[in-house]
């Protein structure tokens, strides 16, 4: 298991078009940088093991905490379009002008979204479990039906009622979130199945055995990204935090393999 970085328990802050976003770095400077985009309720924290394995690799990193989350500013909206331009917001204030991303569910989705919109600007692109939404009414409502909780209800059950209320108390989360993230998600999304062919890079695709749509859409996901690689690891949620070793022997050579001649998009 990788040492843990001392400079990681520090946090900086940022204010990126008025919302105040904190995030956390490692690595040396001149070190090609990765962007580690934590899940729902959670917070850049979780990637320390991740981070401290890629530190020694030579690699630079860089962990936000997203609007509503750990340190980060809470706001008045929570659109998956606002944590995707907080984001951009970072690397261009931090001057990253093409990086790896690797994100954990929500924070997967949201890096698949980044390397549509900016493919130029996103060299390897690592998934872990993240959420895939429906393509169509029809799929969505067969979705719904095999899941007759709420989304919303469902995931905040499996973060654990203790661990959420902790967060809670401790302003680490902004349970007003919830509805707002989680209903996008479980909503069509036709435009966002079309752009993923604008993927230009290689994608590991990254789910546990048991992870219910996380696991069962994964190879669905896997055909529409032209330069995608799937893969499974142990069971349960937390990949990088439940099965470490295996998590970081699958990433940190697929982030050193050459990245691909770049597309030019039109």
Not at 97 to 104: D, E, F, K, S, T
Request: glycine share 6%.
């Amino acid at each position: 298991m990788a040492t843990p970085i001392p400079e990681w328990s520090a946090c900086r802050f940022i204010t990126l078009d008025g919302v105040r976003i904190a995030y956390r770095t490692a690595g040396r400077a001149d070190g090609e940088p990765v962007l580690l985009i934590h899940a729902f309720a959670s917070q850049s924290g979780s990637w320390e093991t991740t981070a401290a394995a890629l530190v020694a690799n030579g690699y630079r990193v860089v962990a936000p905490d997203l609007r509503g989350h750990g340190r980060s500013q809470r706001t008045a909206t929570y659109a998956l379009d606002d944590f995707e331009r907080d984001l951009t917001a970072l690397l261009d204030a931090l001057g990253l002008a093409r990086v790896r991303l690797v994100g954990h569910s929500l924070g997967g989705h949201l890096a698949l979204r980044l390397a549509m919109r900016m493919p130029e600007r996103v060299s390897h692109l690592v998934i872990e479990a993240a959420p895939v939404p429906p393509r169509d009414e029809d799929e969505a409502a067969t979705l719904a039906a095999s899941q007759p909780t709420p989304s919303w209800r469902r995931s905040l059950r499996l973060l654990g009622i203790r661990r959420l209320f902790r967060l809670m108390l401790l302003r680490q989360f902004d349970v007003r979130a919830s509805r707002s993230v989680l209903r996008e998600l479980k909503a069509p999304m036709p435009d966002w199945w079309q752009r993923l062919d604008m993927i230009a890079c290689p994608c590991l695709l990254l789910a546990s055995h048991d992870d219910g749509a996380f696991s069962e859409r994964l190879d669905l996901l896997a055909t529409h990204i032209r330069h995608a690689s799937p893969g499974r690891l142990g069971s349960g949620h937390h990949l990088h935090t439940q099965h470490t070793t295996a998590f970081v022997e699958a990433v940190v050579p697929f982030l050193s393999r050459p990245a691909l001649t770049r597309r030019v998009v039109a």
